[in-house]
Antibody, heavy 118, light 106 residues
Framework: EVQLVESGGGLVQPGRSLKLSCVAS????????MTWIRQAPGKGLEWVAS????????YYPDSVKGRFTISRDNAKSTLYLQMNSLRSEDTATYYC???????????WGQGVMVTVSS | DIQMTQSPSTLPASLGERVTINCRAS??????LNWYQQKPDGTIKRLIY???NLQSGVPSRFSGSGSGTDYSLTISSLEPEDLAMYYC????????FGAGTKLELK
């Protein structure tokens, strides 16, 4: 059974940093791209970052480029999202997803809440 | 960027009713479209992939169709557990989602 378990969320002040983790199990982690998606309270879903299966390439939308960094440790089957210079508009639930490149996002974690507020 | 316009935003329906949710892409996405269900506790699962393929374990009352820029999700007979939010997503170019449809009881 595919499982994705996020952690690391919480309350953080504007301008500070936070690092999310996602531990994967139930599949061969290094065979898959991985993607972070977020959802602001009461809003829709927004793509945040993607990483290839080897970690050799990463992709971001303009809204987080230069502030967020996606990375992975294939030996630990763990995905990360380093978030710097956080803003109030980054407040959201962050979901870790498995990215089947041919057919999109097939499995989602339960999500972790990040609140950016003073 | 490809924009996804999803309609309706809210869909009141009765149990046993056939319901359809629509998504229109700002340009052709070559069937690279998925449908997701989000329950009130935040849990998200994929229902349909590549326009019309049923995800394993998803009831057969769910179906998807479409081509080019226009796509739809149909539930043939609404069950209580289907009351949820539904999102379309294109993955032809990056990832973008529709704004969502809240399926509620009439």
């Amino acid at each position: 059974e595919v499982q994705l378990v996020e952690s690391g969320g919480g309350l953080v002040q504007p301008g500070r940093s936070l690092k999310l983790s996602c531990v994967a199990s139930g599949f061969t982690f290094n065979n898959y791209w991985m993607t972070w998606i977020r959802q602001a309270p009461g809003k829709g879903l927004e793509w945040v970052a993607s990483i290839t299966n080897t970690g050799g390439s990463t992709y971001y939308p303009d809204s987080v480029k230069g502030r967020f960094t996606i990375s992975r440790d294939n030996a630990k089957s763990t995905l990360y999202l380093q978030m710097n210079s956080l803003r109030s508009e980054d407040t959201a639930t962050y979901y870790c997803t498995r990215d089947d490149v041919h057919y999109g996002l097939d499995y989602w974690g339960q999500g972790v809440m990040v609140t950016v507020s003073s | 960027d490809i924009q996804m316009t999803q309609s309706p935003s809210t869909l009141p329906a009765s149990l046993g009713e056939r319901v359809t949710i629509n998504c229109r892409a700002s340009r052709g996405i070559s069937n690279n479209l998925n449908w997701y269900q989000q329950k009130p506790d935040g849990t998200i699962k994929r229902l349909i992939y590549y326009t019309s393929n049923l995800q394993s374990g998803v009831p057969s009352r769910f179906s998807g169709s479409g081509s080019g820029t226009d796509y739809s999700l149909t539930i043939s007979s609404l069950e209580p557990e289907d009351l949820a939010m539904y999102y379309c997503q294109q993955y032809a170019s990056s990832n973008t989602f529709g704004a969502g449809t809240k399926l509620e009881l009439k």
